[in-house]
């Protein structure tokens, strides 16, 4: 044996040495659930899905490490493994420094996302996925700085991540339509272009925020990429043929958040501000007849939460306004209102010392008037096992952004153990 190979296989051993030492020294928690679907209209099951989730934490005096593996199972396909997140955390006197794939959570809204836009979403199962898994986690330094009650946060994300959207055979997958004319017979839309790895296509975030008794509150702004991608240019390599080429473009946001206790209610809000954010025009008397144009968009929610009859009651009205707004605005070739209003609405109470819990969020977007119904209820067996079961029940107009997957009306049911 060369002396190359002795080094590397002492390299090795030395390696999955440490590496047992350092795990017999850690923490593990985690869940594992089996998760089922069945369509009401088609009474197909199109999703049946085990997952394996493992946090290991270990910590040491420099630090905390955490890694966050995920397993995915589903009948005909291969494993999926993601990780799910991995990094270490440094504790200063003054500050704390996170460097790794993690996600950042900003913002007071629930199932809106105002100022939360450090981590991208999971879109693959449209926003029926856990709030705990439909964020992405992001390759980033955080650096959190603390005086007195007031916080200073900067991140950089050093290397863009999109979000993650349904694939073309995936139920949840919507099929653009273009306006060509008849004489067009094929239309190849090419893969997004993703911008190049480097420091200045890198995503930066800043927040300033106060932690008060009477108020909390986060000043917060950005440098981005738009999460899902524009149309670019649209070309036609023969008269009968159209090629779509995508691309993700940059704009900045500032925004803030608040949260305040008013007699027995909770007051939250939280508003953004994105400058010159880019977004498709679609204008069929024009060649080209998809462009690029940049508008600044603001985006308000107030929301409410409070205890009544023994259950937890939560309320919020999200705005969205696009200013020097035209009719030809598109969002994924979908039209952009002017003002757009959507309403949440959560209701949840337990019942049998907490072991049964039975829930109902709501959406509803009122032009045009459609909604989604998310009722569930489950039950707490003990030592982490939990049964689960709901609806997800999507109503009103299919040029809605919920109508429009009417037929994906489905009933779910899972079981969960964590340990």
């Known amino acids: 044996m060369r002396n190359k190979q002795k080094i590397l296989i002492a390299y090795l051993l030395l390696i999955l040495a440490s590496l047992s030492a350092l795990v017999a020294d850690g923490t593990f ?43 995915y199972s589903n009948p005909n396909k291969a494993l999926q493994f993601d990780l799910s997140e991995a990094y270490f955390d440094f504790y200063l006197d003054s ?12 913002g007071e809204a629930e199932g809106a996302f105002i100022t939360d836009v450090v981590s991208p979403r999971d879109m693959r199962s449209f926003i029926l996925a856990d709030f705990s898994e439909i964020r992405k986690a992001v390759p980033a ?5 603390y005086a007195g009650s007031y916080t200073m946060q900067g991140i950089w994300v050093t290397h863009f991540i999109p979000t993650s959207l349904p694939s073309s055979d995936s139920m949840w997958a919507q099929s653009p339509s273009f306006p ?27 927040s300033f925020g106060h932690f008060g008794n009477a108020v909390n509150w986060k000043l917060n702004t950005g440098y981005v990429f738009t999460d899902e991608p524009l149309v670019q240019s649209v070309t036609a390599p023969t008269p009968s043929t159209r090629e779509i080429s995508q691309s993700y473009e940059r704009y900045g946001f500032v925004g803030g958040s608040f949260n305040t206790t008013v007699a027995s209610i909770v007051l939250r809000g939280e508003g953004a501000l994105a400058l010159d954010k880019p977004i498709n025009s679609l204008d069929t008397s024009q060649n080209p007849p998809i462009t690029i144009e940049r508008h600044s968009q603001l985006q308000g929610l107030v929301g409410l939460d409070w205890n009544m009859l023994g259950a937890q009651w939560s309320s919020q009205y999200l705005m969205v306004y696009t200013h020097d707004h035209t009719d030809t605005l598109v969002s994924q070739m979908k ?67 919920f109508g429009t997957y009417g037929p994906n009306s489905l009933a779910w049911a899972a079981l969960r153990w964590y340990f």
């Open 95 to 106: 500050a704390d420094v996170r460097i790794g794939k993690q996600k950042i959570i900003w």
């Open 141 to 145: 330094i955080k650096v959190d700085y």
């Open 180 to 206: 060509f004319p008849p004489s067009i017979t094929s239309t190849t839309i090419f893969e997004p272009t993703m911008p190049v790895a480097s420091f200045e296509n890198s995503e930066i975030f800043l």
């Open 335 to 401: 039209p952009v209102k002017e003002f757009a209003h959507t309403f949440t609405f959560r209701v949840q109470d337990t019942f049998f010392d907490e072991q049964l819990t039975v829930r109902l969020f709501a959406y509803l977007e009122t032009e045009p008037l459609n909604g989604l119904l998310r009722p569930s209820v489950s039950y707490n067996f003990g030592n982490g096992v939990l049964l689960e079961g709901g609806f997800d029940v999507f109503l009103g107009d299919k040029e809605g952004t």
């Open 29 to 71: 928690s985690g869940m594992l659930r089996d998760y089922a679907v069945v369509r009401l209209e088609n009474m197909d099951m199109p999703v049946h899905e085990q997952t394996v989730n493992i946090v290991y934490e270990h910590t040491s005096d420099l630090g905390r490490l955490t890694l966050h593996p995920v397993l």
